[in-house]
């Protein structure tokens, strides 16, 4: 097979994301706060990122084109709550932590807190959480300005195709958050640098119904597993953050357990379908610093 395209898969994808949720406002979104603004907004974005990719652009064109998913990728997220609020159906809401309950014997994200109720643990797992939104694009930029293009590409197409898939479900079946349903932590845990730190992000960036699958940790997991496959050595530098931000989830009353193991799964599955339908087309990077397979 030809090498893949990954701007060009990456462009689409968007794209279609773009379109189908303009469709889903336009139909069912009486409601939606600005729908006609938003509808407007995305058949406007979507049509511009194809004409853009069909233009093969060059200069500043070229790299809105290649860096387009970070700089969207926040935005479409803090619309889910808008959107999911009129269109969705919350009925996971309550199941999931029935599930959960049953699975584990209580609620996860309320008692490791309670059992681990320790400041320098605390504080590392807030600053992975934190990381997360530092690392992805300091990656992803790195391979960029390196020459990396393969390993560059198929992070950013694997991690639209995470976020934006999550995304859609989120819309038509929101889960609010342990954030939003239980008492936030106080202290021995609060009133420190990190914890302080991703709260305030958190009460100002998240979106409510935006809970399963864990978006933090579907990127977190992509990031690791094309690191493993492109740039090992970097790979191992990433297991203590990866790790990190799948803990932190729960531990922080962000996520429920089992949203972070939908993340978790949800990544692996994408990246090895791309693996097999591709049929390992993408180019890998020299042998010393490249991995041969997925980690066991």
Request: charged share 10%.
């Amino acid at each position: 097979m030809p090498p893949v395209d990954f701007a060009r898969w990456t462009t689409t994808l968007t794209a279609s994301y773009l379109a189908i949720t303009a469709a889903l406002i336009a139909i069912v979104g009486n409601g939606v706060p600005g729908r006609y603004w938003l509808v407007a907004a995305h058949v406007t974005c979507s049509a511009s990122l194809l004409m853009l990719d069909r233009a093969r652009p060059r200069g500043i064109l070229l790299v809105v084109r290649d860096w387009h998913p970070l700089m969207l990728l926040p935005l479409l997220y803090k619309e889910v709550e808008l959107v999911a609020a009129v269109i969705g159906d919350w009925r996971l809401t309550a199941a999931i932590p029935t599930w959960e309950s049953a699975l584990f014997g209580g609620q996860p994200s309320q008692y490791l807190s309670e059992r681990l109720a320790l400041v320098p643990l605390s504080e590392y797992l807030h600053f992975c959480y934190a990381a997360y939104v530092i690392v992805i694009p300091s990656v992803a930029a790195y391979w960029y300005v390196s020459g990396r293009r393969a390993a560059f590409g198929e992070l950013l197409l694997m991690l639209s195709a995470v976020m934006l898939g999550s995304y859609l479900f989120f819309i038509v079946l929101p889960v609010d958050s342990p954030y939003y349903l239980s008492p936030h932590l106080g202290p021995p845990l609060s009133g420190h640098f990190f914890f302080d730190l991703v709260h305030q992000m958190s009460a100002r960036g998240g979106a409510r119904g935006g809970a399963f699958p864990s978006a933090h940790v579907s990127g977190a997991v992509v990031m690791f597993l094309v690191a493993w496959r492109h740039q090992r050595r970097l790979a191992y530098l990433l297991v203590p953050i990866t790790g990190g931000v799948m803990f932190a989830t729960v531990y922080g009353r962000f996520h429920y357990a089992l949203d972070a193991l939908a993340g978790a799964v949800l990544a692996i599955v994408v990246v090895l379908g791309y693996r097999y339908f591709s049929g390992g087309s993408g180019q890998k990077q020299p042998a010393h610093d490249a991995a041969i397979s997925l980690p066991a």
